[in-house]
């Protein structure tokens, strides 16, 4: 039998910089990289694809069971309206169920034999895996997290008006808050860092350093 994998659980609201965390610790450790929220961006993209309101429980819990590996290849899952159509799927909690299995399998068997996995989203810590090895919880300001959301937007040539982006993401913050179904909060046993004043580099050795320090349940 394989060696137990190692976990370690990403979690935090939209553009703290878990993302870019998540992608460099699993390159350093030689881990798997699985970014939750992609997932929920498909499933929304598929329910507006079929003419369905990403808020309507049962088209996007069909869009869910109908998920195909092709649909996380899509090039337009980054866009804005992908993010506003997840984290109203996200918010049922039969969309939930119906993802959970594939999140916990790829913990548990990374592809490619990789002895780890590092997962970020909004529920990795407290419900995909509650029992991860490390947990973090990244977070950073409303205005610095918009900021560089307009950055991000602007660099891959999107037009973005901060001020729209800024309500957008405070919208998607109390959605994903205030949902009963797995609502983003830190796990008891999470290790909490502040992006707000940190450039990458300086994130990632942090991580780094309370990765390696314990178990987050020490
Ligand atoms: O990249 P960004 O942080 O803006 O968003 P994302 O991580 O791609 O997630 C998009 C949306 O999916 C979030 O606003 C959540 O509503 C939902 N989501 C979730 O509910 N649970 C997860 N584990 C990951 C994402």
Not at 36 to 62: C, F, M, N, Q, W
Not at 73 to 93: M, T, W
């Amino acid at each position: 039998m394989n060696a137990r994998s190692t976990v370690i659980a990403i979690d935090g609201p939209a553009a703290a910089g878990k993302g870019t965390l998540a992608r460099r610790i699993a390159n350093h450790l030689g881990y798997a990289y699985l970014d939750t929220g992609l997932i929920y961006r498909a499933v929304g993209l598929k329910t507006l694809e079929r003419g369905a309101d990403p808020a309507d429980a049962e088209a996007a819990t069909s869009a869910a069971l109908a998920l195909a590996p092709e649909d996380l290849k899509r090039p337009d899952l980054r866009g804005d309206e992908a993010a506003n159509a997840a984290s109203k799927v996200a918010a049922i909690p039969s969309v939930r169920a119906a993802l959970l299995d594939f999140q916990r399998q790829f913990a548990a068997s990374p592809p490619n034999g990789a002895p780890g996995a590092v997962l970020d989203g909004r529920d990795v810590g407290t419900v995909v895996c509650p029992d991860a090895d490390r947990k973090l919880f990244v977070n950073a300001s409303l205005e610095v997290r918009a900021a560089r959301r307009v950055k991000e937007l602007r660099e891959r040539g999107v037009e973005a008006i901060h001020t729209r982006v800024l309500k957008d993401m405070k919208e998607r913050d109390t959605r994903d808050s205030e949902r009963d179904a797995a609502p983003l909060a830190p796990a008891e046993n999470a290790l909490l860092i502040d992006t707000s004043t940190l450039n990458p580099d300086e994130v990632f050795n942090l991580a780094l350093r309370l990765v390696s320090a314990g178990r987050s349940s020490d």
